[in-house]
């Protein structure tokens, strides 16, 4: 039986610049209606006016799509005057620690110094969007920073903060703690833990941030994911890099997902007999959390199988070469 999707929305994705937005953004553009974009360019996407030049990029990129992108500034200690103009183009701040990952050498220093535009932020209902990774230990790093988010959870009860791409039960047991709290969490880390990426011979194409986890973890995020946990969103966190940065010594984070999204969400959510549950958790919930309309577009999936190239330009897809149950068949904008 087809399965059919309104308005499929990817909460956390890279899109680039250049070649390699007009390569990966159709892709997304095809199947999702939305699509909350990441502002770690070199530089970094904080003010309006490279705003506003990279929106109009990204629409000439998926011209013929219906698809919305839903763009987020680089956290900066804004002010609020800049928060208030600022606001009408955003659908929200991305915080990254300094140096977590990929284009973060901006990004903050001292988490506990910039709590004066948390406030701004709070009082003109900008959501919050986190890389939520310490300095530590690399398995540790997201369980090390979530005393940060539970401090500006409480600090900030109006504030909505989205962990993005959780990736521990303990992250899930912390989002039931505070209703201000929401998260993201991407299609990788429902599939892969650490063996996958090094358990064998080492595949650099499953190398991200944050690293995939323990099998118990993963358990506890798919066990979330299928039951569509009200707050709990899909965001890809899918993160393209030529081929040359990933069969590298030095390898770069990033799994590119976007081709194979919806056809493996599918196939997993039919092995748990769970199809019910994807609408919410691939649109519903974020709508809900975020308060967004997206446009209208129903995306039909049927079980025919096909096979994901080996390449898509320069980039290798997640599941390169493999042959997958599902496929998007139909997409109407109506
Ligand atoms: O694996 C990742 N890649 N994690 C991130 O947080 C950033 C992303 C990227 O931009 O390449
Ligand atoms: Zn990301």
Redesign the pocket.
């Known amino acids: 039986m087809d399965l059919r999707l309104r308005a499929p929305l990817d909460m956390h994705l890279?899109l680039r610049e250049g070649a390699m937005l007009e390569l990966v953004a159709p892709l997304s553009a095809h199947s999702f209606a939305a699509a909350v974009v990441?502002p770690?360019l070199v530089p970094v996407v904080d003010t309006l006016e490279r705003l506003s030049d990279y929106r109009a990029k990204i629409e000439a990129a998926t011209a013929p799509h219906t698809f919305t992108p839903l763009m987020t500034l680089f956290f900066r200690p804004y002010d609020e005057a800049m928060l208030a103009a600022m606001r009408p183009y955003i659908i929200g701040i991305k915080l990254y620690p300094e140096g977590v990952?990929?284009?973060t050498a901006d990004g903050v220093r001292d988490l506990l110094r910039i709590e004066p535009t948390l406030a701004a932020m709070e009082r003109l209902g900008i959501p919050l969007l986190v890389?939520g990774e310490s300095h530590g230990f690399v398995l540790d790093r997201e369980a090390e920073f979530l005393q940060i988010y539970a401090r500006w959870a409480s600090r900030f009860p109006r504030l909505t903060i989205v962990m993005e791409h959780i990736t521990t039960a303990a992250a899930l047991r912390l989002l039931d703690q505070y209703a201000n709290l929401a998260a993201t969490v991407t299609l990788h880390h429902l599939l892969l833990t650490l063996d996958d990426l090094a358990g064998g011979l080492l595949s650099p194409h499953l190398f991200?941030?944050p690293i995939v986890k323990r099998p118990e973890d993963r358990a506890a995020l798919l066990e979330a994911a299928l039951r569509a946990h009200p707050r709990l969103m899909f965001g890809s966190?899918s993160?393209p890099?030529p081929v040359e940065r990933k069969e590298a010594a030095n390898c770069?984070?990033?799994i590119f997902s976007a081709p194979v999204i919806l056809p493996l969400l599918a196939e997993l959510f039919a092995q748990h007999d769970a199809l019910a549950q994807l609408q919410a958790f691939v649109s519903d919930n974020a709508r809900a959390i975020y308060g967004l309309t997206p446009p209208a577009k129903t995306v039909t999936l049927a079980r025919r199988p096909w096979q994901v190239p080996a390449r898509y330009g320069e980039v290798v897809p997640f599941y390169a070469g493999q042959t997958l149950e599902w496929q998007v068949v139909d997409v109407q904008a109506n």
């Open positions: 890279h990441m770690n990952t990929t284009n890389h991200c941030k966190d993160a890099h770069a984070a990033g």
